[in-house]
């Protein structure tokens, strides 16, 4: 299986509540409050030890714009000024609630080193 729960393995897998799954940079999704959390070595939850997070609530295609958020995060991090990540009409309201629910709040997004 994995290596030890003192190393955690560099990608995670998340998984939406129709089954698709999405490789992720572990990294790459801390900025969500609650998936670091759930992958905190010192945490109780299974997601930790397995690095497997199952989303009952988001569907794929809401999770997938979600990990495209996550990769453009973590590629635009350090930068300034960052080029528009497009956002499908249709998924906005499921996106801003997904958003919530994973803790990707203003607050953890916008300050940058000075």
Avoid: H
């Amino acid at each position: 299986m994995s290596s030890s729960s003192s190393s955690p393995g560099k990608y995670v897998t998340l998984v939406s509540s129709d089954g698709f799954e999405f490789v992720v940079l572990r990294e790459a999704t801390l900025v969500s409050s609650v998936i670091k959390g759930m992958l905190d070595p010192q945490s109780q939850f299974s997601e930790a030890r397995t690095g497997i997070c199952v989303f009952e609530e988001i569907n794929g295609m809401v999770l997938e714009k979600v990990v495209d958020y996550f990769q453009y995060w973590y590629k635009y991090r350090e930068y300034d000024e960052v080029p528009d990540l497009d956002i499908p009409i249709e998924l906005c309201l499921e996106l801003l609630m997904a958003a919530d629910y994973l803790g990707l709040d203003s607050k953890m997004i916008l300050p940058r080193p000075a």
